[in-house]
């Protein structure tokens, strides 16, 4: 009986690959019924597996040819980012050499400083990025004193703030913390760096910390314009920018710094996210605490 109904099962494949469904002769027989029906389901659902299919290597090539063109993009783009400040810093290294004991001498000395740090960060931005694509970016935690950290984050930036008039102030209430110390500081350097450019001049940026036993809480807040509520998502998503027309602010870098901040603290098992200061931005990062 059971080889029977394969039989009927295999005649009832080769009838309907051969193209022909009327060969269901009458009386119907229940048992035929019951086969063309399933064949009917399987080849239905062979079908649209196939769609599926079809679907998915159209859709892992269309991934392929983004990523293609991102990378081509990235690269004009790091051609024309690092060309420049790299000539910057060449100009002002001759002036250097020509006048090392002048009091402008060390003014000169501290630009260079900031322009190579600020290379130096977009290019390790975009390390950390492929590296986060490729499931590389592994967070080495270690107790860190965070204090100390905010401090060294804040020094980096100093020519910078030094530039506007912005004063740098930090309080933080965390002793230390169990995390990635390069990875950690150069996320508050990205935040430091933004709110130096969106801070209107002669005021102040602010660095603050608390936490209790679960996790803790940094925020970065300065007193610019703000994030637009329809953009406060998407900032962190690679190349996104605001608009900077009529916000009086010098667009600058990529739009790759929150991106690397968003990785890094996820990496962290954290959340970062930006509010409203009233006026102004407040980054905030949360971290949960380890152990
Ligand atoms: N403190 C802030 N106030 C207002 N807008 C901000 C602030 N920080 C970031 N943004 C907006 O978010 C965008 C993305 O920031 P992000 O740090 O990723 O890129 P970027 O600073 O433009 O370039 P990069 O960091 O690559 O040098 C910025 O271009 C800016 O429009
Ligand atoms: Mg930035």
Same mark, same amino acid.
């Given at each position: ?22 060969? +269901?002769? @009458? ?9 063309? &029906? ?31 063109? *991102? ?11 690092? @060309?420049? $400040? ?5 100009? *002002?290294? *001759? +002036?250097?050499?020509? =006048?090392? =004991? ?28 492929? @590296? ?5 970016? &592994? ?7 965070? $204090? *100390? ?9 100093? &020519? ?21 110390a390069d990875l950690f500081r150069?996320? %508050? ?45 998407? %900032? ?28 890094a603290v996820e990496a962290h ?6 509010e409203d200061a009233e006026p ?7 971290? $949960?605490?380890?152990?």
């Amino acid at each position: 009986m059971f080889l029977t109904a394969l039989r009927d099962l295999d005649s009832f494949d080769s009838a309907l690959r051969a193209g022909g469904d009327d060969f +269901l002769t @009458k009386p119907f027989r229940p048992t035929e019924l019951l086969l063309r &029906v399933q064949a009917a389901l399987r080849l239905r659902r062979a079908n649209a597996s196939n769609r599926e299919y079809v679907e998915l290597v159209r859709r892992q090539r269309d991934d392929l040819m983004r990523l293609q063109l *991102q990378k081509e993009r990235l690269m004009g783009f790091v051609v024309h980012d690092l @060309k420049n $400040p790299v000539s910057n810093i060449d100009l *002002q290294a *001759q +002036l250097l050499l020509r =006048d090392r =004991d002048s009091a402008a001498a060390q003014a000169i000395g501290g630009s260079i400083r900031d322009e190579v740090r600020s290379l130096l960060r977009l290019l390790l931005n975009l390390l950390d990025i492929s @590296k986060s694509e490729e499931g590389k970016l &592994v967070p080495v935690p270690a107790s860190v004193d965070l $204090p *100390q950290l905010v401090r060294d984050a804040c020094d980096a930036l100093e &020519v910078r703030a030094r530039a506007k008039n912005i004063a740098l102030n930090s309080s933080i209430d965390v002793s230390t913390l169990n995390v990635d110390a390069d990875l950690f500081r150069r996320i %508050i350097e990205n935040l430091l760096e933004n709110a130096l450019r969106h801070a209107p001049g002669d005021t102040a940026v602010h660095v603050s910390a608390s936490g209790d036993a679960r996790e803790t809480e940094l925020r970065v807040s300065d007193s610019g314009l703000g994030v637009p509520r329809e953009l406060r998502e998407a %900032i962190f998503e690679r190349f996104v920018q605001v608009d900077t027309q009529d916000r009086g602010v010098t667009r600058s870098g990529r739009g790759l710094g929150l991106a690397f901040c968003r990785l890094a603290v996820e990496a962290h098992g954290g959340r970062i996210w930006v509010e409203d200061a009233e006026p102004g931005a407040v980054f905030c990062l949360r971290l $949960p605490n380890a152990g």
